[in-house]
């Protein structure tokens, strides 16, 4: 998180006078943490199949191995084991394309596992777990427009690749964590593989087509939410509009919002969010348009928004 922050606060009166007060604070170490670099180690090999060593306690679930991310508004769901005693997943890749998440242990919010570094491809390996102030921004992306580079992660089910060398020494080979690219709707497997102390998160594109029914477009489309000045920037659902028959999953779907200006308020900024999510934020591509020169296009995002332009709505109040 930043150790500095600045906020600004506009005054206008109606009889013509304008005021801008800027306030300026800088985090106390004294009282939140400040290191920004965590003693996360590097280790060349992620993961290792035969194991080695073992996980502490406090490292390891008294119930199960939960996922949130951003296409469930970072609720956490189970995963599975499977029969290899791996835990697994499918992610539904979202409108966007991209979907982001981490690992909390028995859903605990306060028990992350995640990677070391943000936007971490397949076959990271895992740290944690960690409260809040040290897993913050860092999350595995699943991105269907980006290049995964290979990484050096074994999965339980590659361990054919791995061997010794004529004189003894282990090999591994290097595997990659994705296949051809993908779009919305298209599914993945999540994995998170265990052995000893060794843990690391990978992922594979499913190869079974995916029938693209109302309950799958909805997930797909996720949900939209206003966060404005009028509300303090706590986001409010859209609400999504009726679709006629054949329109699932287009680029046609409409979510609306009925926005009231406050008393005594002549306009409002907001930005939208998918999911609630602010890593996915939609907001103008320059400046801040207000509703009377917006012409609806030259929209940026979803991203982190760190831009901070807003779109203006004025108006009377009420």
Known sequence: REQCVFHGMSS???????THLIQGYRVDGEKVPTDRTPPFAENRLSFWPAGGGMLEAAARPSGAYHIAGSWNRWSPEAMVQNS???????VTLGANGFEQFQIWLDGDEERVLHPSSVGAPSGSAVSGPSGPEMSYGRRWMIDSN??????LALPAE??????????????ATLSSGTGSAAGPGEQYEVKLSLAGKFRAVTWQRLNE???MDEALAQRVLGAYFVASTCNKWQPEEMVRQPMKQGQLGTAESVFAFEMRL???CSNCEFVILRNRDWEQVFYPAAGQPTSNNWDGEDIAGPDTGLGAN?????GRSG
């Not at 290899?84 to 499918?90: K, L, N």
């Not at 980006?146 to 990484?151: D, G, I, L, N, T």
């Open 12 to 18: 206008r009166s109606f009889s013509g006078t304008n």
């Open 84 to 90: 290899d005693g791996a835990y697994v997943f499918t």
């Open 146 to 151: 980006a290049f995964q580079p290979p990484s």
């Open 158 to 171: 590659t361990t054919d690749q791995a061997g010794f060398a004529d004189d003894g020494r282990a090999i």
């Open 209 to 211: 087509s995916t029938v």
């Open 262 to 264: 406050p008393p005594y």
């Open 310 to 314: 807003t779109w203006r709505l004025e």
